[in-house]
């Protein structure tokens, strides 16, 4: 048993190594700080589980001539469960020891056809009562060392708490795992909704500022400056504006305007923004000419994109909100109908 909670921590350790020199990719499921937190709790476990195993099972293993105290007058009788092994058969004994005062044994059983463990079990216990009638001690109950011409070897059953916490403390592991994958993948399907609602009005500024007079590149550091100013007015920060800003940053820094509008596409990861992206690279390449029919033509296209996505949902909510009606119903239509059998019947 301690051999598993040794083998645990070696696979803990490995784990930490592992992740220290990059053996294992972690990160690309769990922040560093989480995949701290898993194996801490899988060492925590892992230990407590150790301790309780030792503790627990320390002196499993009876000598020959092994005797219980008996409990005290008004304790009433003691149950005790037992390993014991007589060559190589094994059987486990659930021992009834009596009080000092002697209360009698449990019920005779009535008789039935005994399987071979239950008739070594029962030679047992006729062999310890033989063996208590025989010592009449008051105060201790004795265990007897041979049954049948056979030596009996007692011991305490295993205690496998120590092993069930390490296993909780794995399956808490695994849980943050999962429970982080999850999260995430929330948090990205969010992205994914937020932006494509913000694209129709992100593709009609630009439209509007080009219209304006300005370059596509003043147009979208416009953007993106005044989204930088108003954001800390926003409950929740807008990815597709973020991207647009970390997009001007790399033009600041002197990143190649086109690369750095492939990059934003790359980053966006949505084919409304890929396609937007392709659109303004082409203008460098092209020239501005059509730019503007073709911004206009795009932000239609959003706004319907957008206007079906909104009868989708809608439809899924009507969905939704169908079950609550129908048990609603089902619980009008009983309290209807029930009375109305009872008037009937009665």
Same mark, same amino acid.
């Given at each position: 048993? !301690?051999a598993?909670?040794?083998?645990?921590?070696?696979?803990?350790?490995?784990?930490?190594?592992?992740?220290?020199?990059?053996?294992?990719?972690?990160?690309?499921?769990?922040?560093?700080?989480?995949?701290?937190? !898993?194996?801490?709790?899988?060492?925590?476990?892992?230990?407590?589980?150790?301790?309780? $195993?030792?503790?627990?099972?320390?002196?499993r293993?009876?000598?020959?001539?092994?005797?219980?105290?008996?409990?005290?007058?008004?304790?009433?009788?003691?149950?005790?469960?037992?390993?014991?092994?007589?060559?190589? &058969?094994?059987?486990?004994?659930?021992?009834?020891?009596?009080?000092?005062?002697?209360?009698?044994? &449990?019920?005779?059983? +009535?008789?039935? +056809?005994?399987?071979?463990? @239950?008739?070594?079990?029962?030679a047992i216990?006729?062999?310890?009562?033989?063996?208590?009638? @025989?010592?009449?001690?008051?105060?201790?109950?004795y265990?007897?060392?041979?049954?049948?011409?056979?030596? !009996?070897?007692?011991a305490?059953? $295993?205690?496998?708490?120590?092993? !069930?916490?390490?296993s909780?403390?794995?399956?808490?592991g695994?849980?943050?795992?999962?429970?982080?994958?999850?999260?995430?993948?929330? =948090?990205?399907?969010?992205?994914?909704?937020?932006?494509?609602?913000?694209?129709?009005?992100?593709? $009609?500024?630009?439209?509007?500022?080009?219209?304006?007079?300005? $370059?596509?590149?003043?147009?979208?550091? +416009?953007?993106?400056?005044?989204?930088?100013?108003?954001?800390?007015?926003?409950? @929740?920060?807008?990815?597709?504006?973020? @991207?647009?800003?970390?997009?001007?940053?790399?033009?600041e820094?002197?990143?190649?305007?086109?690369?750095?509008?492939?990059?934003?596409?790359?980053?966006?990861?949505q084919v409304?923004?890929?396609?937007?992206?392709?659109?303004?690279?082409?203008?460098? +390449?092209?020239?501005?000419?059509?730019?503007?029919?073709?911004?206009?033509?795009?932000?239609?296209?959003?706004?319907?994109d957008r206007?079906?996505?909104?009868?989708?949902?809608? =439809?899924?909510?009507?969905?939704?909100?169908?079950?609550?009606?129908?048990?609603?119903?089902?619980?009008?239509?009983?309290?209807?109908?029930?009375?109305?059998c009872?008037?009937?019947?009665?």
């Open positions: 048993m !301690i598993v909670h040794i083998g645990m921590l070696a696979v803990v350790l490995f784990l930490w190594i592992g992740g220290k020199a990059g053996w294992i990719p972690y990160k690309k499921y769990v922040e560093q700080r989480e995949y701290g937190k !898993i194996l801490l709790v899988l060492l925590l476990g892992n230990l407590l589980g150790m301790c309780i $195993t030792w503790q627990n099972n320390q002196g293993i009876l000598q020959d001539g092994a005797y219980l105290v008996r409990p005290l007058y008004g304790q009433g009788n003691k149950t005790q469960q037992f390993l014991a092994s007589v060559e190589d &058969e094994e059987v486990v004994i659930s021992m009834s020891i009596p009080q000092q005062q002697g209360e009698e044994e &449990e019920q005779e059983k +009535k008789e039935k +056809k005994l399987t071979p463990q @239950e008739a070594l079990s029962e216990r006729k062999e310890t009562l033989a063996l208590n009638e @025989e010592k009449q001690d008051p105060e201790k109950y265990l007897p060392s041979n049954v049948n011409g056979k030596h !009996i070897q007692w305490y059953p $295993t205690d496998h708490s120590g092993m !069930i916490l390490m909780l403390a794995v399956f808490a695994i849980l943050l795992i999962l429970m982080r994958e999850r999260k995430r993948e929330r =948090e990205l399907e969010k992205r994914k909704e937020q932006m494509l609602r913000d694209y129709p009005n992100l593709v $009609t500024k630009l439209s509007l500022l080009v219209q304006a007079g300005m $370059t596509m590149r003043r147009a979208f550091g +416009k953007t993106a400056l005044d989204y930088r100013q108003n954001k800390g007015k926003e409950e @929740e920060p807008r990815y597709a504006y973020e @991207e647009m800003l970390v997009t001007y940053y790399e033009m820094s002197g990143v190649l305007e086109s690369q750095a509008y492939e990059n934003f596409g790359r980053r966006c990861d409304q923004y890929r396609t937007l992206a392709t659109l303004l690279s082409q203008n460098l +390449k092209k020239g501005s000419q059509g730019l503007l029919d073709m911004l206009e033509r795009e932000s239609v296209t959003a706004f319907e206007k079906r996505q909104a009868r989708i949902l809608g =439809e899924a909510a009507a969905m939704k909100l169908l079950i609550p009606m129908v048990l609603m119903l089902l619980v009008v239509l009983v309290i209807i109908m029930v009375p109305a009872m008037s009937f019947y009665g």
